[in-house]
Structure formats: structure tokens, C-alpha cells
């Protein structure tokens, strides 16, 4: 999501991928929510990075980085974040993530092949992860999903 309010703000994250299996780099958008506090609400679906939009950090500026970074997460929003890769090269990935966005899912397409799909806080979990299942099983995609709220989890 392009911002262009003045309370917007990129803040770097670095952290360890399961999914690329390396010490990566994604930078995110976010609102102001107290500079002072160094409090900021994430308004991006990450690509790579365990977090959801809306959750609230703590970063701060960093001399090393020469940007202000991600420290640690104040709240969670509850909204969870799935990564999907199209497997299947035939099929257009702006169906599948219609598929998803029919389901109450908002996603961001990296490329032709990968997208990072938010369920909001006040999704059920069960029909979407089935919808994933049903795909991954059929050899169309693959996902992983990197961060599950406490109320997407499941057994």
C-alpha cells in the first residue's frame, strides 16, 4: 500500500525467514500512532515478515540501519498473514486471490507467482484454510502461513 499522509512512516524489519530459510529485510508501511512513544500501526501486508497490518510496534531510529526499525510488537490486531505461491504457471494468480478476496481476504501480488494474502481479525479461519488446502492439493499453489493470531489458530 502506497501512504502519502503525513503520519506515514517506513520502518525497516530484519528477521529470520522459515519461508527463505535467511536473515531477511522487508520494509513496512505504517501510521504514526505517538512518535514520542515510538508507537506506529502497520498498514501493509508483509511479503516475508511474521506480523499483520495493524498491529502496533515499537521501533525506533537506528544509526546502523539509518532508519527507523523494528523493535518489538506492542499489540497484536489479531489479523493473521498467509503467504501463497502459484505452483500451477497456467492458472492467472488474480483469480486465485480472487478466490481469496470472495472470502473477506485483501492480499498484495509481489509477481505472477507469489502474493501475501491478510485474514482480518473477524475472519473464521476454517473455510479459508480449506480453500488453501483444497488448492495446495491440487498442485495449483503452495502456502505457508508465517503468523496465525490466537484466533486463527487451529488443531
Same mark, same amino acid.
Given at each position: 500500500m502506497t501512504?502519502?499522509?503525513?503520519t506515514s512512516v517506513k520502518i525497516l524489519f530484519r528477521f529470520f525467514s522459515s519461508v527463505l530459510d535467511q536473515w531477511t529485510v522487508e520494509t513496512m508501511w505504517a501510521d504514526t500512532v505517538d512518535a514520542d512513544k515510538g508507537l506506529y500501526k502497520l498498514d501493509s501486508i508483509p511479503f516475508y515478515a511474521p506480523f499483520?497490518?495493524?498491529d502496533i510496534v515499537f521501533a525506533e531510529y537506528d544509526e546502523t540501519e539509518e532508519r527507523l526499525t523494528y523493535r518489538k510488537t506492542v499489540e497484536h490486531? !489479531? &489479523?493473521? %498473514?498467509?503467504?501463497?505461491?502459484?505452483l500451477d504457471t497456467s492458472m492467472?494468480? &488474480? +483469480? +486465485?486471490? &480472487? %478466490?481469496?478476496?470472495?472470502? !473477506?481476504?485483501i492480499s498484495e501480488k509481489l509477481n505472477d507467482q507469489y502474493f501475501a494474502m491478510e485474514i482480518p481479525s473477524g475472519k473464521e479461519y476454517a473455510p479459508i484454510r480449506h480453500k488453501l488446502t483444497e488448492l495446495e492439493d491440487t498442485g495449483i499453489i503452495s502456502y505457508a502461513e508465517p503468523y496465525l493470531a490466537k484466533n486463527h489458530w487451529y488443531d
Open positions: 501512504q502519502t499522509k503525513d499483520a497490518s495493524e490486531s !489479531g &489479523n493473521s %498473514t498467509v503467504q501463497v505461491v502459484l492467472d494468480i &488474480n +483469480i +486465485i486471490r &480472487n %478466490t481469496f478476496k470472495d472470502l !473477506g481476504c
